[in-house]
């Protein structure tokens, strides 16, 4: 059996009763099931609809997002999430880099990394090698005013926790930002790369090895390991192409506001909702939220 989700926006909460009733229909789909009201709902179909990602396309338009995965152990044990543009709104790097008056540099090699024209490491070391000097003092600053956290994050964390979940933060960013928001967030842990610094100031040097699209997958293989469980409970979020590792080799890869490029190779994509949508595709109802 497989379950075919679908939401909205939780600002919009505009699904449309007699869209989700018409797919069923098509779909030769079984009862209904509202998760939120007007928000996300979802039923069961007995095979994988072979017109899918048609669908995909004409309810995208509609801004609602549809997602059609297997029934079984569809709630996961443990949440390994990617953090800038996924746990958070911003790049860190961007915006340490406007601060360092390098911004808009920086900002067109990121996206290009993040898009997989670049290689991940070398991109990082090139944007590292632009913030030499900037203060150290900067980046309490940077966190203080220009992050924000991505909507739903909190409850996504707050309810998988509840239900005994594990919560892992991995960056290809920096510990002085993980650990903050690894913190604010709830995680249970956080890993990322290190920023060198001397005399107060960036050195404009990461600290070795770095973490990128392979260390995410020995994260997701390391972290299981050690807690018992299988590659196959977690659900693993990003927006990336060094995040496509974890994603394909994770129970539940999400693509989240991803690049089109790395959204291309996931079967799971989120353009629409916000974190909460990865609780809706796990089968958990608003009612079972938790307060963050």
């Not at 869209?19 to 229909?25: I, K």
């Not at 880099?97 to 290009?112: L, N, Y």
């Not at 990336?240 to 190779?265: C, E, F, S, W, Y």
Request: net charge negative; with cysteine; glycine share 10%.
């Amino acid at each position: 059996m497989y379950t075919a989700t679908l939401l909205t926006a939780p600002a919009a909460r505009s699904l449309d009763p007699a869209l989700v009733e018409a797919l069923r229909n098509a779909w030769g789909g079984g009862a209904v099931q509202w998760l939120a009201p007007d928000e996300a709902a979802e039923f069961e179909v007995s095979q994988m609809p072979g017109n899918r990602w048609d669908v995909w396309a004409e309810v995208q338009a509609q801004g609602v997002d549809l997602v059609v995965q297997p029934s079984a152990e569809r709630r996961k044990r443990m949440l390994l999430a990617d953090m800038d543009s996924t746990m958070i709104r911003q790049e860190c790097i961007d915006e340490l880099a406007d601060e360092a008056g390098v911004g808009p540099h920086v900002k067109e090699i990121t996206a290009r990394a993040m898009n997989g024209e670049l290689d991940f490491e070398e991109a990082l070391q090139a944007r590292v090698g632009l913030l030499k000097d900037l203060p150290v003092t900067t980046i309490a600053k940077v966190l203080d005013e220009r992050i924000e956290p991505m909507p739903g994050g909190k409850v996504l964390l707050a309810t998988m926790k509840a239900h005994g979940g594990h919560a892992a933060l991995v960056s290809g960013g920096f510990t002085d930002f993980t650990q903050a928001i690894a913190a604010e967030l709830g995680f249970h842990e956080h890993r990322a790369n290190t920023l060198l610094s001397k005399g107060g100031r960036l050195t404009g040097d990461v600290a070795a090895p770095i973490l990128g699209k392979q260390a995410k997958v020995d994260a997701l293989a390391e972290i299981t390991a050690r807690l018992g469980i299988a590659e196959k409970d977690v659900i693993a979020v990003g927006d990336g192409a060094n995040d496509l590792g974890m994603l394909h080799r994770a129970g539940t890869g999400v693509a989240l506001h991803a690049k089109p490029a790395v959204a291309a190779q996931c079967d799971v994509r989120i353009n629409h909702g916000d974190l909460t949508a990865l609780l809706y595709l796990q089968g958990y109802a608003v009612t079972e939220f938790a307060t963050a």
